[in-house]
Each structure stands twice: as structure tokens, then as C-alpha cells.
């Protein structure tokens, strides 16, 4: 109910400029036709020159107002999948590496190759680590496990990565995974801390003191 009501202004809005309805924003077509364009081919490539975007849209549908524009375009990015599904599939796969980098790279800046590397492929192994201690050594019932909060925080980070590799991936739009990650970054050093808390208390003073007497 609440996602409902922030969403219904919106909703509301765009009726009323464009007659049509359109949930949110109007790039979701946009975005979805040009990220599988044939330009492409079987390698997705994160960013292209300004100009070839707006030289990729159809002289035909120019003239279109925003939200006609962006359905249209849907329906052109579909068609693509149609011809080809193998190339999509190929094309998918290849978003991949767009999407987690978190390993320098020689087309970005310095900065931002070190809060790369310094943020992400920092956190990388102790998010692993998170994760595997979240449902692990518990061994719980399926019913048990989709009620699970940490289940459900995976599940979004599943489904949410899912839909931009089918569509666009680039490496800012997984900042909500990596913020949720961070969730189990956390349960990994609050793990990794105990343990180390748990071995000094074997070798505590009142144990050494109790040996020599």
C-alpha cells in the first residue's frame, strides 16, 4: 500500500501529459531497445559515443511524444529477441563482466578505479563469507526459509541483477545490491570478530595462571 501511494502521483501525472498510461518514467523502452540493438552483435559494450544513441532511434519515430516513443521502442527491442534469441542470450552473458568490474580498468580515471577496487572488490570476500554464514550451519525447512529476512534481501539481489543483465548493465546501476551486501559484509566481520574472541579466551591470563599453580 505504501509503494502504491508513492507511486500512484506519478502514474497520475503521466496520464494526464501523455494520455497513456506509464508507471514511472519513460526510458525503460529506451533503454531496453538500444541495449540489444544489432550494433552490438554478441558483445554487450557498456557506453557509446552520444551520437550513436540518438542516430540509433528510427527517423520514423522521432516524432512521437515521450511515452509513444518509449513503447515503441519496447516493441522494437522485443523484436530483436524474436529474430535472434541465441544472439540475446550470447549478448546477456556479455553484461556480465559490465556489471560486477570491480578490477581497474584502462578506460576509467584513477579515482575511479580506487574507490572501485577499494569499495567492492574490497568487500567482495568478506560478502561471500557474509553470505555463506547467513544460511549456514542452519539447516532450515523451505516454509522456514522464504520467511527468512536474509532469504529475501538474496532473492532481490537475484531478481533485481537479473533484470539489468537482460537489459542494461552497467556498474552504477548495482549500487542497491551492493548497499544490501554490505548487510552481510557486516555479519562476516561480526563473525570473523567473535571467533577471534573465542581462541584469545582459550589462552586468557586466568587460564595461564590456573596451569602454573
Known amino acids: 500500500m505504501v ?15 501523455f494520455g497513456r498510461f506509464v508507471l514511472l518514467n519513460t526510458n525503460s523502452g529506451y533503454a531496453f531497445y538500444l541495449a540489444n540493438h544489432p550494433i552490438y552483435g554478441n558483445k554487450f559494450i557498456p557506453i557509446l559515443p552520444s551520437e ?32 535472434d534469441p541465441v544472439r540475446y542470450l550470447s549478448l546477456s552473458l556479455s553484461r556480465i563482466p ?28 568478506f560478502m561471500l563469507y557474509g ?12 516454509s522456514a526459509l522464504r520467511s527468512d529476512p536474509a532469504f529475501l534481501l538474496v ?4 531478481i533485481y541483477t ?15 545490491v551492493d548497499a544490501l551486501l ?6 562476516a566481520f561480526a563473525d570473523l570478530c567473535e571467533r577471534l574472541l573465542d581462541k584469545r579466551q582459550v589462552f586468557s591470563p586466568t587460564d595461564s595462571r590456573s596451569a602454573i599453580t
Open 3 to 17: 509503494i502504491l501511494a508513492l507511486i500512484l502521483p506519478f502514474s497520475v501525472f503521466n496520464y494526464l501529459r
Open 52 to 83: 550513436t544513441y540518438i542516430r540509433l532511434i528510427p527517423p520514423e519515430l522521432r516524432s512521437l511524444d515521450e511515452a509513444a516513443l518509449d513503447q515503441e521502442l519496447l516493441k522494437r527491442g522485443i523484436e530483436f529477441i524474436r529474430e
Open 98 to 125: 559490465a556489471y560486477f568490474i570491480f578490477w581497474p580498468s584502462k578506460d576509467s580515471g584513477l579515482i575511479s578505479n580506487i574507490s572501485r577496487v577499494g569499495s567492492f572488490g574490497l568487500f567482495l570476500p
Open 131 to 142: 553470505l555463506y554464514r547467513a544460511f549456514t550451519p542452519k539447516r532450515k525447512h523451505k
Open 155 to 158: 532473492l532481490f539481489i537475484i
Open 162 to 176: 537479473g533484470i539489468h543483465l537482460l537489459s542494461w548493465a552497467l556498474v552504477r546501476y548495482r549500487l542497491p
Open 182 to 187: 554490505t548487510i552481510f559484509a557486516g555479519l
